[in-house]
């Protein structure tokens, strides 16, 4: 059975891309939500196995929504990485990844090879 | 022998009670001849007579004339000016000798230039005029001078001057420009964390469609033309982000040239998107229809909305439902608020047709002291490293090279409005009607 993807990010052009490249091999199941707001709603009736999460987004950030999913008892255990493309101080080059509080942190743009075996990496560990 | 100079005035002014005035200088001629040569000799202007008929040998040649060219009497009498001055000064005193003659009237030189024979060069004021001896068949020209070197002199140091001042005058427009435009960097600097976000998320989107495209499609892939289209679209909006911080951040120079409002704002919204979004702020823009273009420097407005929109931002931060609205209409400028004091055409004038736009937020407000400090240049309230505090002077002295208008009020539903007043751009009509083929009432 394949696993359970669900990206929460407000790029809707990017999301729809990724979904495709996700889906492609039929490794994945995948869902999008581009509005952070219903992002709690939306995990609980889906139950992924990985999130994929925008950190700057209208309405509750990446931050937000991960706070409220480590409060609700299902989703607490989901692994969480963090897609973002804000540049900040000692910013991660393209395609590494940095651990950051728990949660994975990669740096978009990232590529499709770096995003799978991170996905990979962190489903087997769970 | 004559009689004393006490007697001689007392026999005069005896007379003087009952003759006419005609007869007593003529009493005093036949009397006293030489009397003429004095008056002639301590008149306070130069007093020459060149005899026409002779090649304009000079006939006469007072004190002061004297003085003016230090030329003394003896030197002159009975010579051409190209005896005394030099060929082209000559030349040019026999042309307007000759002309007066030919021409039987006074002639006037109201500037002229003779370099002397001492070596300095002075100013004349000339007339001269012609004297025609009916009795003895003879042309004269007469010509009195008054040294007016000293006022040329204070008009050269005037213009020299103001030539100073013009100098001064463009050196600080330059350095206003200068601080404008480093301001402008500094935001350019705030603004370049927000639109290298802006610019990674459709290089995301690239990269995932890129990535598709690379790991093999077929003919038929029914997911290939909404790629391309993301694809398409992700790089307009790349470049729509980039080219506008381009242009925020090029163009030293104040170019005022007629522009829509709205593309200006939207642009200045585009720039400060990611600030915008991060706050959480809902944005409206409420543009009346219609709106006639205003005269402005694109960059240069376009870093003040940049500035205004920040400001707003930022002092909405942490607030409830924060919203930002920028409100723009066209009106006259009331007769009340006609300034006596700024009536020149630098400045807005009663009847003048404006846009006003104003920016609102929602935000904490400005204190009363803080309101008087507001456009003072390096006042922030914001903590350090967030901003210089040029921003407000900045703003200010660009509306001011605009000749327009600023002007921040408390709302009363909290928050601050920011008011900026901008002249319509003159209309095809405006310029026919201020032409040189403006009709007459």
Known sequence: MSKKILIIDDEAGFTKLLRMNLERNGDYEVMIENHSVHALKTAQAFQPDLVLLDLVMPGLDGGDVAALFQADPKLKKVPVIMLTALVAHGETSTGSVAQAAGVTVLPKPVEMATLRSCITDILEKS | MSAPEGAKTQRLSSKAKSAPPEQILHDLLAESPSILASIVDNLPVALFVKDADHDFRVVLWNKKQEDITTIPREKALGRTDFHMFSQESAQYFRQVDEAVVRRGKLFEIPEEIISTPGGGDIWLKTTKAPVFDTTRNRTFVIGISEDITPQIRVREQLKELN???????????????????????????????????????????????????????????????????????????????????????????????????????????????????????????????????????????????????????????????????????????????????????????????????????????????????????????????????????????????????????????????????????????????????????
């Open chain 2, 163 to 441: 030539t100073h001042l013009t100098l001064a005058n463009q050196q600080l427009q330059e350095t206003q420009l200068q601080l404008i435009q480093a301001e402008k960097m500094e935001s350019v600097g705030r603004l370049a964390a927000g639109v290298a976000h802006e610019v990674k998320n459709p290089l995301a989107l690239l990269l995932m469609g890129v990535e598709y495209l690379a790991s093999g499609i077929t003919e038929n892939d029914p997911n290939l033309p909404e790629i391309l289209t993301e694809m398409r679209d992700a790089i307009a909006r790349a470049d729509r982000i980039i080219r506008g911080l381009v242009d925020y951040s090029s163009s030293r120079q104040l170019s005022l040239e007629s522009h829509e409002l709205l593309p200006l704002v939207e642009n200045a919204l585009l720039l400060t998107r990611h600030e915008v979004r991060k706050g959480n702020i809902n944005v409206e823009v409420i543009f009346e229809k219609d709106l006639p273009p205003v005269f402005i420097d694109l960059a240069k407005m376009e870093q003040i909305f940049v500035n205004l929109i920040i400001n707003a931002v930022h002092a909405m931060e942490g607030r409830p439902r924060p919203n930002l609205e920028i409100y723009a209409y066209a009106t006259r400028i009331p007769e009340v608020e006609r300034d006596e004091g700024a009536r020149t055409a630098r400045h807005l004038r009663s009847g003048d047709e404006v846009v006003i736009v104003e920016i609102r937020d929602n935000g904490s407000g400005i204190s009363e002291e803080n309101m008087q400090k507001i456009f003072d240049p390096f006042f922030t309230t914001k903590a350090t490293g967030v901003g210089t505090g040029l921003g407000l002077s900045v703003v200010r002295k660009i509306i001011e090279l605009h000749r327009g208008r600023i002007s921040l009020r408390n709302r009363v539903s909290g928050g601050v409005a920011v008011s900026l007043t901008l002249k319509v751009a003159p209309t095809v009509q405006d310029e026919l009607d201020k032409g040189p083929f403006k009709k007459k009432q």
